[in-house]
Structure formats: structure tokens, C-alpha cells
């Protein structure tokens, strides 16, 4: 069986889950917020929407393009989110770990 990576938009194409089993994103592109300070409620929001909708379609989350640092992964999985891209393995090892 083969699969692809699926973007935003898939969530809306009727597409089968099994081809596109998970959703990525540019965060940069969708979210103005940047991992200082907190979540706006309107990014939390939207991020939840997203989750919602992958979830209920059987599909998996991921983001990339986004802050690369503990309080981000913390929203990330505080919302659902299935999937950390991060090209700091050591830091986010640490982080899993304590949490």
C-alpha cells in the first residue's frame, strides 16, 4: 500500500485516509504565533480545529517550518497534535522524557 503526505486542503477532498494518513503544514504559513509568550487564543483555536477535523477523518498531525523549543512542543501535544517535526533531537528527547 502506498501513502502520501497530505496538506490542509486534504482535509476538505473526501480523500481516504488510508492514502493521505497524516496532514502536514508550514506552522509560519498558518500561525502568527512564534513561541514567545503564549498561545493567542486564535491560533490555539485554529490549531484545535485542525486537530478536530484530522482526528475525526483517522488522519495524524504534523507541522513543520515552526519554533523549534520546549514551549511550543508542550502546546503541540497540550493540543493533539500527533507528530513533532524538530531538528533538535537532543532538546526534544529531554523534553518527552520530563513530560
Sequence with gaps: MQAMDGDLAD??????????PWISSNWAQQFKWRGSGS???TDKLKLQQIV???HQQGRRV???GA?????????L????????????LDGVQRFLLKN
Design 39 to 41: 498561545i493567542p487564543e
Design 52 to 54: 478536530a477535523k484530522a
Design 77 to 88: 501535544l497540550a493540543n493533539g497534535v500527533d507528530l513533532i517535526n524538530t531538528d533538535d
Design 11 to 20: 482535509l476538505d477532498s473526501g480523500t481516504p485516509p488510508d492514502l493521505i
Design 62 to 64: 504534523r507541522f513543520w
Design 67 to 75: 519554533p523549534d523549543q520546549p514551549v511550543f512542543w508542550g502546546e
